[in-house]
């Protein structure tokens, strides 16, 4: 087989099993402390939480971070290593970056706002579904590691919705390439929403941090090193699709 037959194949299916592992794992947990049978955490984490459905939200919180983390580490593993076949796997994992981000956000609105309201009208009436909206604008009004974490999962919402080559045609190479620099404001505003979200032992989000500090840093310090004069450049028209996200 073409080293484009394995990656298709069997790497990019690896990865997605892998990938999506986490979110299974989540999603029957929280089933579990839905319906009281919190004797399946310790079965899958090693112990047991007095708040599962806390440790839920920052397990899906964990999870988004390290796809972050992931899909900025591609460009420069193809940097570094010359591996071009690495770029195939940007979209699907920055994809994944979101759904954990997405699952991170609906838990907290949902198992933690919503379940602690008080709705006299009833879960599906119209007065319900305003009061839970009041409640979570206000959380994310007040709250600051709120507002911060907020803001990093919407600046990922464009990039879900643009990752397609039909979209990189319709908006053009480099505004798509423009766009999915928000890419950054979710890796720096993550790190900081953890931080500011534990209680004493910090030592996870700094680590994190660090990480995108780093990762950052390399592509920094790579368009300086490599940038070339403004009439040598090639037009981002004539670029492939793994060259548009520095």
Known sequence: MTENQITRRLLKPAVFLAAVTPAVIVIYLTWAAYN????????LTGNL?????EDITHRTGDWALRFLCITLAVTPLRRLTGWN?????????GL????YGTLHFLTWAILDRYMSLTLPSGVMSLTAVRIFAASV???IYKRTFITIGFTAFIAMVPLALTSTAGMIRRLGGRRWQML????YVSAVAAPIHYVLSVKSDIRSPLTYGLIVAFLLGFRAYW???HAKPARART???ERGIGDLIP
């Open 180 to 183: 999915h620099r928000l890419i």
């Open 96 to 99: 994944f970056a979101f759904s």
């Open 223 to 225: 368009a300086r090193m």
């Open 137 to 139: 604008v206000d959380d």
């Open 235 to 237: 037009p981002v028209t």
């Open 85 to 93: 076949g690495a770029i195939r796997f940007r979209r699907m994992l």
């Open 36 to 43: 009281g049978n919190q004797s399946a955490w310790p079965a």
């Open 49 to 53: 939480s007095a708040n599962p459905l």
